[in-house]
């Protein structure tokens, strides 16, 4: 799976996800097409974040504050540790636009807007 969006901040953004998120260089490319962009994730994984930097054209901010990515760490000291990592890379501690992230995480705002929450708990399929 890829999850790809646009930024103007592209360098600056893949380093704060790549500290943060403890995320590797993948892969990278420059004007394809007018487009540059990175992916960044973990070589085992069967997922990857890519972002994009269109040449002449503004992506702006997150159309909303409930644009969120959500990864699950059920260890608390692993949660601890990232919740530091994504403060030292840049990320700002905000509150979440839904509650609930709020009981058993923390949500982390990047420089476009867009939302991170890194929640205290194992993923299941009920709320």
Excluded at 45 to 62: P, Y
């Amino acid at each position: 799976m890829r999850i790809a969006r646009p930024t103007d901040n592209l360098a600056a953004l893949a380093a704060m996800y790549a500290q943060g998120l403890g995320l590797m260089l993948l892969g990278s490319f420059s004007d394809h097409d007018g487009f540059d962009g990175v992916m960044l994730g973990h070589p085992e994984q069967s997922w990857h974040l890519e972002f994009t930097s269109q040449r002449g054209h503004t992506a702006g901010r997150a159309p909303t504050e409930d644009n969120l990515l959500v990864f699950y760490l059920p260890e608390r000291d692993e949660w601890v540790q990232r919740c530091a990592d994504m403060l030292a890379a840049g990320f700002r501690a905000v509150p979440s636009a839904n509650p609930y992230w709020d009981q058993r995480g923390q949500t982390f705002e990047d420089l476009d807007g867009y939302r991170v929450v890194l929640q205290n708990a194992a993923w299941t399929t009920a709320p």
